[in-house]
């Protein structure tokens, strides 16, 4: 701590005198800006993480002028400005960020979205922190949204912000022309400078908080795929036909987001087959396998056998010819069950399914 030590032939602070009036604490002669530039300093001095960003801005430029204009401290005015300093820290019983935009943040995830976003519009508050991390945390669709709706130039910085595989991604949904049209706009990004980058981002996270606040966080065509999973297969081919009449692409979008034991043999990868059935009840799977084989679906049955230890196999094949005659409904409950299963680990990330785009 050099820029800390004793130097009495030296001036201390511009505009106090440091070291006179011994009888008392050195650090009155000091105005607050100068003890917390004081405090500052001796903290990036002992390597301690200061996240003086989350500081509003204008607090960060006083604080950065008082630090420059400021030289050295004795160390007895250190030991004063330190003390004075712990004990206002002891004192503190409870801290409130000032302002709506802290009680926001301290209430998020405690009051309901449609509260929020009503006190954040009143208020004019903008989300605080970083406005590039909550963007390239958006799924791929609204980032493409944002892309085709900005002018060239900030859909190349938007991009440019972008993770390597999500901006790739998104450039593959683009039709050709305007890919090959912001990809080399990224070429000219070299000259924008951080404040530009900065005032694109929270333009940008302005319109996220503009966006209405929806009473259904899963898309229409994931609820009604959800709904149609769990429903009898007579009454999801009726609904599907009924929704291809009315609407073909929404028909089309549910068929995709729909999974059902059929779907097995064409989603499931063979090495995630094992995870799958140790998760199945025996019985519950023996039941599912022979009604699917009396179903015209042995192409599946052998898929699931044919992945699974031999021993295991042989041992359910015994157990689907003592099944024998099920009904109906306990033969669908019990493929149900199954495909419950996968959804479920999907769902957690156990397993993962294949998508569409790997089967073309």
């Known amino acids: 701590m050099s820029e800390l030590a004793t130097t009495n032939n030296l001036p201390s602070v511009r505009g106090a005198t440091v070291g006179a009036n011994a009888g008392r604490s050195r650090a009155t002669s000091l105005s607050r800006k100068q003890k917390a530039a004081i405090i500052v300093r001796l ?6 993480e200061v996240p003086l960003s989350e500081l509003p801005e204008g607090l960060q430029e006083d604080l950065t002028q008082q630090m420059g204009a400021m030289r050295y401290v004795d160390r007895a005015t250190l030991a004063d400005v330190v003390s004075e300093f712990a004990d206002e820290l002891e004192s503190i019983g409870l801290h409130f960020a000032g302002g709506i935009a802290g009680a926001l943040s301290a209430l998020d995830g405690k009051i309901s979205p449609q509260t929020a976003a009503r006190l954040r519009k009143e208020a004019g508050v903008r989300q605080t922190g970083d406005p590039w991390m909550r963007i390239r945390a958006l799924p791929a669709p609204r980032l493409l949204d944002f892309i085709t709706s900005e002018s060239t130039e900030v859909a190349a910085v938007l991009l440019s912000k972008l993770d390597t595989a999500m901006a790739a991604d ?6 050709g022309p305007e890919a090959r049209r912001i990809t080399y706009a990224v070429s000219r990004t070299a000259n924008v400078t ?9 333009s940008l996270a302005s319109q996220l908080d503009r966006d209405p606040v929806r009473a259904f966080k899963a ?3 994931a609820r009604v795929g959800a709904i149609l999973n769990s429903s009898p297969a007579a009454t999801r081919d009726a609904l599907l036909s009924g929704l291809e009449e009315q609407d073909e692409t929404f028909a089309g979008q549910v068929r995709k987001a729909i999974f059902t034991f059929e779907n097995i043999g064409d ?11 140790r998760e199945v009840d025996a019985e519950t799977l023996a039941a599912a396998l022979a009604a699917a084989s009396a179903g015209g679906l042995e192409k599946i049955v052998e898929f699931l056998l044919g992945n699974m230890s ?12 003592e099944v024998g005659d099920q ?4 033969a669908e409950a019990a493929m149900n069950a199954v495909v419950a299963v996968i959804r479920r680990q999907a769902d957690a990330g156990t397993i993962t399914l294949i998508t569409d785009e790997e089967e073309a």
């Open 170 to 175: 998104i450039l593959s949904q683009m039709a």
């Open 310 to 321: 031999k021993r295991m196999a042989e041992s359910l094949r015994d157990e689907m010819n």
């Open 219 to 221: 898309a229409p065509v």
């Open 194 to 202: 951080p404040e530009a980058v900065d005032r694109i981002g929270l």
């Open 267 to 277: 989603r499931v990868r063979p090495g995630d087959v094992p995870v799958i059935m």
């Open 43 to 48: 903290l990036v001095n002992e390597g301690t």
């Open 327 to 330: 009904k109906p409904k306990a």
